[in-house]
């Protein structure tokens, strides 16, 4: 059984939401960020970076969002939650993914933790507000190749018809933005996109396993 190391609403929420779609038996076991367990004995010695999430599969221990997100989409493939290897499909969703996960949640994460990037207090509000700028920009982008995908009668997901990982994972980044000026949900095609994979049974159970409410992005 896989056992999900996860804090409601961290990076494990797009982990989460695939088990859900693949449907397999698994245990979800909390970090208390809270109390700071993400820095515990306990749990360094499975993720030595000390972030949420990791992954338990049998002796296999993973860490990173979007590793996990591959495993189980490679380890599942009956679930078709990523295109068969070596279609211009499969590279598509790796292009998405690999652009949610090194150029997105990067830049998510300097907006919300600028002071890791600066020597004082007006510094930090300066990182903090040129990164919001540049996850408008990042958000800019996926709508314009959703508007291109719609144009062309392919919705609503990141590949077209065709629901993925990806989409798994710019729900929960998206998610990340709901209380920025310029949220993705403001966005045309990207809230249609958002409200498509919300509407997964999947994706409900996955926010009441978190217990995470409404409004989800």
Known sequence: MYQ??????????????????????????????????????????LNPNGRIPTLVDGDLVLFEAAAICLHLADRHPEAALAP?????????????????????????????????????ANAAAAVKLRAQERVADMLDLIEQALAQRAAA?????????????ADAYLLMLCRWTRMMPHPARSRTHLNRSLQAIAARPAVARAFAGEAIEPPYF
């Open 153 to 165: 009668g392919q919705v609503p997901y990141l590949l077209g018809s065709q629901y993925s990982a």
């Open 4 to 45: 999900l190391y996860y804090y409601p609403g961290n990076a494990n929420l797009a982990p989460h939401m695939l088990l859900e779609e693949i449907g397999v038996p698994y245990e979800l076991i909390l970090v208390d960020r809270d109390k700071n367990a993400q820095r515990s004995p306990q749990y360094l010695k």
């Open 84 to 120: 068969a290897l070596g279609t211009p499909a499969r590279a598509e969703f790796y292009k998405w993914l690999i652009y949610l996960t090194n150029t997105l949640q990067a830049e998510l994460l300097i907006y919300f933790y600028p002071e890791r990037l600066a020597i004082d």
